[in-house]
Structure formats: C-alpha cells, structure tokens
C-alpha cells in the first residue's frame, strides 16, 4: 500500500473522527429501548474476564491491573455495577482474603441486548454507504486498527523493560548500602538468630549473588561499554600491574 502524505493522514483523522461522533450519537439513540447498564463500563469488566479471567470470574486486583486504574476507582465502578444487579462480588473458596468478579445474568442479558441494537444500527448506517465507499473505509479501518496493535505492541515493550530497569535499580541501591565487615555480618546472623542451616544456605544464596553480578559486569564490561572506554580501562590495569621502577 503505498504511503499517503500529512494532508491525506490528516483528512483521515479527521474523517473517522467525524465517524466516531456521529457514530456515538446514533448508537446513543438506538440505546434509548435498551436496559440502563453503563455499558462501557459492564463491557470493559466482561472483556477482561473474558482475555485475564477464570471460569468466567477475576480477582478485583487483577482487573485493577488489567484496566491500569487505581483499586478504589475500580471498586467504585464495580460498587455501582453490583447495586445494578449486573455483576456480583464473591469471596474466593480457596482464598478468603481475596474477592472474585463475576456478571450475573441479568448483568449478561443487559450486554446482549445492547450488542444486538449497536449491531443493528451499524447494519444499517453501513446499507447507506455506497459499496465502493465501504471497501474504502473497511480498507482504511484495517491500516488504522494495524498501527493501533502495532503502537500498543510498542508500549508493552517500553513498559516491560521499564519494569527490569527499575529491578535492576533497586537491587543494587540496596546492594551499594551494605558493608561487608566481619562485625556487621555478625550483627546480621546474630540480629536475625540465623541457625547453623539458615547461615549455610546463606552462604550459598552470596555465592550466588555474587555470581550475578559478576555477570552482570561482565556483560556491561564485554558487550555494552563503548569500546574506546574499554581499551583506556584494559590500558589502566596495565600500568597498575607494572612495577614500581623504570621497566627493564
């Protein structure tokens, strides 16, 4: 598909976005025989049980994080959905310090039937656009929804190594802080009442660690430094290798 200029993006944008009102406005009176459920709403909590859920159900944590809101701003909406009769809040039977989602019923047959009056009323909005027209929009909707998935992609990526970053951070801001004197290792065992086992093991999970980092040195040293620094440090510990004295 070859590449359009700024004039014909723009005029796009602006063409789908004179689609989304008007498109918002007609669904809006084709609601008006629907039962009031807050639909967005009711929606997104059906959509992320239905991609993050189990057995129909979600922990409100979970949806919390699915939707990327505070917990109290979700609990708010779901306090709203539940006097509604449109979903219900359950105790998990295997954790009881935690509270599943699920819709009930009612909460299902609202959806439906608002679908099933959306649906209708594209169906007919789309009967009036001539079929060239369609083929056009449809074509120009698939490009739009492309590059949506394709910047959401890009996102989850940014997202995710922000995430190992910020790991990274704070394993060494609480590695720089320790001081491995014999003095403060024995406030450590003896603060903690490590026994015999507990200090073994410990002793294993240090070795462990400071092959971790070792690591990461390495690969930082190997792989990422720039490799002019890498030769001025290579050349740095050579001359504190050499002796002290003129060389022979």
Known sequence: MPQKSAPELFALVHYLHRLSTEGKRGAKMALESCPKCHFIMLEGVLMTIEEHGQNGTIYVSDLAAAVKQP???????????EQDGLIERITDPNDRRKTLVRPTEKGLDASRQVEAAISRYFERVICRIPEEQREQAAAEALEYEKAKKELKKQDAEIDRKGKIAALFCKAY??????????????????????????MRDTVKESRELA??????????????????????????????????????
């Open 71 to 81: 917990l109290p701003a979700v609990s708010r909406a779901l306090r709203q959905l």
């Open 173 to 198: 801001e609480k590695a720089v802080l320790l001081t491995p004197s014999e003095e403060n290792v024995r406030c450590w065992t003896d603060g903690t009442r490590m026994t015999p086992e507990e």
């Open 211 to 248: 092959e971790v980092f070792r690591t990461i040195a390495d690969i930082i040293e190997q792989k990422i430094l720039p490799a002019d620094w890498r030769c001025a440090d290579a050349e740095s510990e050579e001359n504190d290798a050499q002796p002290d004295g003129n060389p022979a």
